[in-house]
């Protein structure tokens, strides 16, 4: 599992609170992603991270922020939940040959209600 | 832009049928192509990178840049396939990847 762990695991919020996801690797890798998964949309990087403090967006990266202050810690934060955000979240890093394959964390369910 | 096509939501097959699930691409530069399964609630698993070349659990993928094609194929279907599998393309630009919509396999006796 390439040591990549994500809490909590499941989280049921309402509209208009915040919320932190946090993903934490154990293996020193530089690059780290988020992902939503949903049906019909299969996986979309929402943020992803190349080095401490060093963030960039993705493809839908409206309505959260990151923050990667240690290498082994990256941050996904909604600032005000909305329904919409309800999904699946995916946290993964950058390894193997090449560095180009991507291994994931065990995933956080979140519902927004 | 680049895109992934996965044109079939959900396919299914009966026990020892050929499989194959289809995924198309376009980028105008070298792809790099992957195949990813995930099992019921469970985290996504790399299964192919079409560098590679490599056999797992059964499956093959095979690049065809006229196509722009990188089709999962594996001769005979086991129950334990049953999965969504996701085909991805890594354009390079910090191994970000962008996902087909997944297909969900459903192998059934």
């Known amino acids: 599992d390439a040591g990549i762990t994500q809490s909590p695991r499941h989280k049921v919020t309402e509209t208009g609170t915040p919320v932190t996801l946090r993903c934490h690797q154990t293996?020193?890798?530089?690059?780290m992603y988020w992902y939503r998964q949903d049906p019909g949309h299969g996986l979309r990087l929402i943020h992803y991270s190349y080095g401490v403090k060093d963030t960039d967006k993705g493809e839908v990266s409206d309505g959260y922020s990151v923050s990667r202050s240690k290498t082994e810690d990256f941050l996904l934060t909604l600032e005000s939940a909305t329904s919409s955000q309800t999904s699946v979240y995916f946290c993964?890093?950058?390894?193997?040959?090449?560095?180009?394959?991507?291994?994931f964390g065990p995933g956080t369910r979140l519902t927004v209600l | 832009a680049q895109r992934v096509t996965q044109p079939e939501k959900l396919l299914s097959v009966f026990k020892g049928a050929p499989v194959e699930l289809k995924c198309n691409y376009s980028y105008s530069g070298s792809p790099e192509l992957f195949w990813y399964v995930q099992y019921s609630r469970q985290r996504l698993q790399l299964l192919l990178r079409h560098i590679s070349r490599e056999s797992i659990k059964g499956f093959t993928a095979d690049l065809n840049k006229g196509e722009t094609s990188f089709h999962l194929k594996k001769p005979f279907a086991q129950e334990e396939d049953s999965a969504m599998y996701y085909c991805?393309?890594?354009?390079?630009?910090?191994?970000?990847?962008?996902f087909g919509t997944g297909t969900r396999l459903q192998v059934t006796l």
């Open positions: 993964a890093i950058s390894a193997g040959r090449g560095y180009n394959e991507q291994f």
């Open positions: 991805a393309l890594n354009i390079g630009t910090a191994s970000k990847l962008t």
């Open positions: 293996e020193n890798h530089r690059y």
